[in-house]
């Protein structure tokens, strides 16, 4: 067997026929990540022309010191030790030569898959042998972090879209559903988008994300060759907004006044009761009105609606994936995200998908979790969690990387 460079047209041949990977593992992301500042590379292992294994390399050309990153790890069968292991050299020789100090990968390995509704931890039962054979090769497991201090999320949200859509609906938490019905109802409604639109998201996402609005338009460019990328936004229709405040504040005026007669007319023994439905009656009149001058405002300074959110999907075999998504943080309270992602969930369960991967979370076992919100917004979608091994390191050039670590010391 021979390692080699493999062309693009080979190394997207070899991924379509590996139906277990990421979409971080393809040829449309390292096309997108060759403009942001990163050389790509796709080795393969080939046995007489058939290629056996192979894997994306970024290497950062802004570094001195360099060591190439495989994201989401190796595209090889790891229940193959053999192969691994003489995968594992020839890439250690390749990169040794070409000057590059470490490797550096998160396998697609699953550590453990938590299905929450059930209080359910499965873990795979070959993890452990997996494991002790990556570092019997030399590989140096980088921790199990709890946060995002990895390349790529250690922990990631998965919805099963395999079962009928109004299944999927009952199964969100009844909170949410509450809040996709009131989204719906003020006249918040999803809209699909192209690449001319992709600065929505941007401008949702530039002060959380480090990309830029190229990456979002490569995304979209590349994969749309294959028609798997789709955008989508949410709007509110502020007139509809207006209507439906004016409309609430009307009927909820009118249950006062009927309880302004019923105090009148009630006996001491049940006046007590009535009082107190009428303070929390009041209570939500006030709520109206301040609804209905909010959104009269808007109306008149949206006459044509505002964008309260956005969703960028990329498809990937029978699996839909969240990519990156945004919202107007000063329209929270209409909860358009609930709406965009519940209707993202409809539609792709209807056209067949099976998993919708919602993206990163931090560690779900933390009793204080400084990212507790991003975890409840996705996990109250019915999501399981899936738990990766992490990020790995192997160092192919022993002078390089003593060089690079002795370089850090002295810097601090």
């Given at each position: 067997m021979i390692l080699k460079e493999l062309t693009n047209e080979e190394f997207k041949n070899f991924t379509d026929t590996f139906y277990i990977k990421s979409i971080y593992q393809t040829v449309?992301?390292?096309?997108?990540?060759?403009?942001?500042?990163?050389?790509?590379?796709?080795?393969?292992?080939?046995?007489?022309?058939?290629?056996v294994a192979a894997s994306l390399f970024l290497i950062d050309k802004n570094k001195k010191y360099k060591f190439a990153y495989s994201p989401r790890g190796f595209l090889i069968d790891y229940n193959n030790k053999k192969l691994v292991e003489l995968y594992t050299k020839e890439i250690k020789k390749y990169f040794n030569k070409n000057q590059i100090m470490a490797v550096k990968l998160d396998p697609y390995i699953i550590r453990t898959t938590y299905d929450l509704r059930y209080d359910l931890a499965t873990k795979n039962q070959n993890y452990d042998d997996m494991f002790n054979f990556f570092k019997k090769l030399g590989y140096k497991h980088l921790g199990y972090n709890n946060y995002f201090e990895a390349i790529k999320p250690r922990f990631e949200a998965v919805i099963d879209l395999s079962v009928p859509y109004y299944v999927l609906f009952k199964n969100i938490n009844k909170q949410f559903r509450t809040k996709i019905r009131g989204a719906e109802r003020n006249g918040v409604k999803v809209y699909k988008g192209d690449i001319s639109n992709l600065n929505l998201l941007y401008l949702q996402t530039k002060k959380k994300y480090p990309r830029n609005l190229k990456y979002f338009e490569d995304v979209y460019k590349y994969w749309s060759n294959y028609d798997n990328v789709e955008f989508f936004y949410t709007k509110l229709d502020t007139?509809?907004?207006?209507?439906?405040?004016?409309?609430?504040?009307?009927?909820?005026?009118?249950?006062?006044?009927?309880?302004?007669?019923?105090?009148?007319n009630s006996n001491k023994m049940n006046n007590k009761k009535v009082i107190n439905k009428k303070m929390e009656a009041d209570r939500l009149v006030?709520?109206?009105?301040?609804?209905?001058?909010?959104?009269?405002?808007?109306?008149?300074?949206?006459?044509?609606?505002?964008v309260t959110s956005s969703a960028l999907i990329v498809k990937n075999n029978d699996e839909v994936n969240l990519l990156m998504d945004g919202y107007d943080p000063k329209f929270k309270i209409l909860n358009s995200k609930h709406l965009l992602i519940w209707k993202l969930c409809e539609r792709y369960s209807k056209l067949g998908f099976k998993k919708f991967n919602l993206g990163g979370l931090s560690n779900i076992n933390l009793k204080d979790n400084r990212y507790k919100g991003l975890n409840d917004f996705k996990l109250k979608f019915n999501s399981l969690v899936i738990e990766y091994m992490g990020d790995l390191e192997l160092i192919t050039s022993n002078k390089l990387y003593f060089l690079y670590k002795n370089a850090n010391i002295l810097k601090k």
């Open positions: 449309e992301y390292a096309f997108v990540m060759g403009n942001q500042g990163f050389d790509c590379i796709f080795l393969g292992l080939c046995d007489n022309n058939t290629i007139k509809h907004y207006l209507a439906v405040s004016q409309k609430l504040l009307r009927e909820q005026e009118s249950i006062v006044n009927k309880l302004n007669i019923e105090i009148r006030e709520k109206y009105r301040n609804q209905m001058i909010k959104a009269t405002k808007l109306l008149t300074e949206y006459p044509d609606g505002i």
